[in-house]
């Protein structure tokens, strides 16, 4: 079952939604719990320091494992903006290489290079954000690498301008490649599955205390829950950096089309 419509959602949204789902399974998890806490310690709190050892240190595992985890899809998302940041950067340094071919040679290039640019906000970004990986930006970039392979540079000067086009033409399209393949990055199954069994695991374990005051006890499991819900809403925001608000933008390209490829 594939849980991606939670990305259609607004962050506000989506953080009251995951935060209603653990407070009320938590308190009904409470409530359901308690006749069956009551016959096994029979109303006593002289358990409550052993159930507290071992709820202090899987709660220090879970908290360090659920940190690490919020890190590293905080430094997946930068990576992969970067990558976004340095193709529009290669893409714009290629378009301001093409000034040193003449026309009608360069219109053609600059018209083709704003197509693609186009293409990239226009297509690829409404696609990314589905979590589709389009290929037919490649076909553009193909005809503007056969455009200029057309090319035969016969003056010293013309053949610096045309390799120096080459090698930025290949940064373009090794940046493309490394945004292609993280459209579909995300944490595996196998790390929510650590996730939501860790803060299953730290819920059953605040039923075991016996706090004679119910609503003292729902209020603390409460407590509890939205703490861990916010630490899950962080990383589920985070992860897949191209869907949900929270994502990789492509403002970077909409500079580059808008302030550097200015049709004359």
Partial sequence: MSFYWIYDLPNWSLCALIVSVFVGLAVIGLFASRPIVRRLVGSSSKHNDVVSYFFAGIGVFYGLSLGLIAVATWENYTEIDGVVTTEAAAVASLYRDLDGYPQPLRGRLETMMRDYTR??????????????????????LD????????YDPSKEREKIVHAEVLRSLDTVVEQRRLRLQAVSTGLPAALWSVVLCGALLNGLLTYLFWVENIWLHATLVTIMAIFIALLVFLTAAMDNPFRGEFSVSSEAFETILNKVMISS
């Fill in 143 to 150: 005809r503007l690498e056969n455009e200029i392979m057309s």
């Fill in 119 to 140: 293409f990239v906000i226009e297509k690829e970004w409404p696609a990314h954000k589905r979590g589709v990986a389009l290929e037919d930006g490649d076909g553009l």
